[in-house]
């Protein structure tokens, strides 16, 4: 089992630019979702699928973010216009199933300057 | 107040100590809890889940009161590797009810 697998690991961009975070999760699980943690704020959900359709982005913060599941085996997190504010480690990870914990991927540490 | 509440520490232990963290939830409809366990620089990891009547892995024994609403770990005999951060987790129903608290960062010193 290859985990969740994200990309790219660490990413440094300026402000204004576009960013792309990829995630793929595990095989056979049929939830996905998109996390920011920041020092100050912690863990926060910010969109979930569930068989590839969008079920709650209300954590989004803002139309500059949007994410996509084409896919039972791809999402994407896009950024534009990235700001420095937006500076954190975004997290993807899939469940099984309601009420199982969740599996993480390794995070992508995005730095906006 | 925050749905899940945890003292950010950071907690400094000498090896071989018992250490116990408390996480408070405020929302009395939550099911069900986890622990995970975060490294430094490092994703989050599933380290157990937390059973009304107790739960226990090796070292590690979390316990859940519903009545006060707070959940523990309790850690016997800590290691260098315990060395981490400990995240508590409530779940209300439906995966957007899931909701970690701040984490609490431990530090086991030789």
């Known amino acids: 089992d290859a985990g969740v697998i994200q990309s790219p690991r660490h990413e440094v961009t300026e402000m204004g630019q576009e960013v792309t975070l990829r995630c793929k999760p595990i095989?056979?699980?049929?939830?996905l979702f998109w996390y920011r943690q920041t020092m100050m704020r912690g863990l926060e959900l910010l969109i979930y699928?569930?068989?590839?359709?969008?079920?709650?982005d209300s954590g989004m913060p803002e139309d500059r973010f949007s994410a996509k599941m084409p896919n039972a085996s791809f999402s994407t997190l896009k950024i534009q216009p990235s700001e420095p504010r937006d500076s954190a480690v975004y997290f993807c990870?899939?469940?099984?199933?309601?009420?199982?914990?969740?599996?993480f991927g390794s995070g992508t540490r995005l730095t906006v300057v | 107040r925050k749905e899940v509440e945890q003292d950010p520490g950071p907690f400094n232990v000498p090896e071989g100590a018992t250490v116990a963290f408390n996480c408070t939830y405020s929302?009395?409809?939550?099911?069900?809890f986890f622990w995970y366990r975060q490294d430094c620089r490092k994703e989050p990891k599933l380290l157990m889940s937390?059973?009304?009547s107790g739960n226990e892995d090796g070292r590690f024994t979390a316990q859940l009161n519903r009545a006060s609403q707070y959940i523990s770990l309790l850690i016997r005999d800590s290691k260098l590797s315990d060395s981490a951060t400990y995240l508590c987790?409530?779940?209300?129903?439906?995966?957007?009810?899931?909701?970690f608290g701040i984490g609490t960062k431990l530090q086991v010193i030789p």
């Open positions: 929302n009395s409809a939550s099911q069900s």
């Open positions: 990870a899939s469940s099984r199933e309601e009420g199982y914990g969740y599996t």
């Open positions: 699928f569930n068989n590839n359709v969008p079920i709650d």
């Open positions: 937390v059973y009304s």
């Open positions: 987790v409530s779940h209300s129903g439906g995966y957007q009810k899931v909701t």
């Open positions: 095989s056979g699980h049929n939830s």
